[in-house]
C-alpha cells in the first residue's frame, strides 16, 4: 500500500533543501535534519540507516523515543553543540527530538517545509493548541489527488524558556484528506 504514493514522495525528496551546511542557523538545522533523516528516507528505511551510520551513534538499549515500538533510535550531535535523538518505529513513523532551539526559528523553518510539497501534491495544514495553551502542534497533509495515501508532517513545539523538549517533529503515512488545496 506505501508503493502507492512512492513517486509523490520521492518527488518531495527531490525538491527539499540538500543536507544542512555550516552557514545554516541554529535554528534550521533541526528541520533540515528531519527532511533528511525522515522525509527524504521515509520510502526507503535502508537509506536512514546508511544517514545515521555516518551521522548518528545507535541507541540499543533506549527506547523511550521508540514510545514503547519496535525500531531504532539515534542520537546526532550538530555544530552548535545541541544533541538531538532521532528514532524510526518499525511501523514506519519518523521522529525528532529536539531538545533546544529557538522555537519562533524552529515553527518558520517548519512551516516553511510544511508549505513546500512540489505539484502536484496538494498540502493541507492545521494548527492546534494544547489543552493548557503553552504548546503549538502544526501539521501538514501532502498528497496527491486520486492517490490512497499521503504523508503526514507534524511538529508539536513548546516555546516556554524552560521547557525540557523543545519540539518533537514526525513525518508517517496517512490517509489522504477528505479536502484540501495549495
Request: charged share 20%; proline share 8%; net charge negative.
Amino acid at each position: 500500500m506505501r508503493q502507492c504514493c512512492l513517486s509523490a514522495v520521492l518527488a518531495i525528496a527531490a525538491s527539499l533543501p540538500t543536507t544542512a551546511t555550516a552557514d545554516d542557523s541554529a535554528g534550521r538545522l533541526p528541520v533540515r535534519l528531519y527532511a533528511d533523516a525522515c522525509i527524504r528516507t521515509l520510502p526507503d528505511p535502508a537509506q536512514l540507516e546508511q544517514l545515521m551510520a555516518t551521522i548518528g551513534v545507535p541507541l540499543e538499549a533506549d527506547t523511550r523515543f521508540l514510545q514503547g515500538q519496535p525500531g531504532k533510535a539515534w542520537l546526532v550531535a550538530d555544530p552548535y553543540q545541541r544533541t538531538h535523538a532521532l528514532a524510526r518505529q518499525d511501523r514506519g513513523l519518523c521522529l525528532l527530538y529536539v531538545r533546544q532551539g529557538d522555537a519562533n526559528a524552529l515553527q518558520e523553518e517548519f512551516n516553511h517545509l510544511g508549505r513546500s510539497a512540489p505539484a502536484p501534491l496538494q498540502v493541507q495544514h492545521d494548527n492546534q493548541a494544547s489543552a493548557d495553551g503553552k504548546r503549538q502542534t502544526l501539521q501538514y497533509t501532502w498528497h496527491e489527488p486520486g492517490q490512497p495515501r499521503a504523508v503526514l508532517l507534524m511538529m508539536t513545539i513548546d516555546p516556554a524558556a524552560d521547557a525540557s523538549l523543545r519540539a518533537v517533529i514526525s513525518a508517517n503515512y496517512t490517509d489522504p484528506p477528505a479536502t484540501g488545496s495549495r
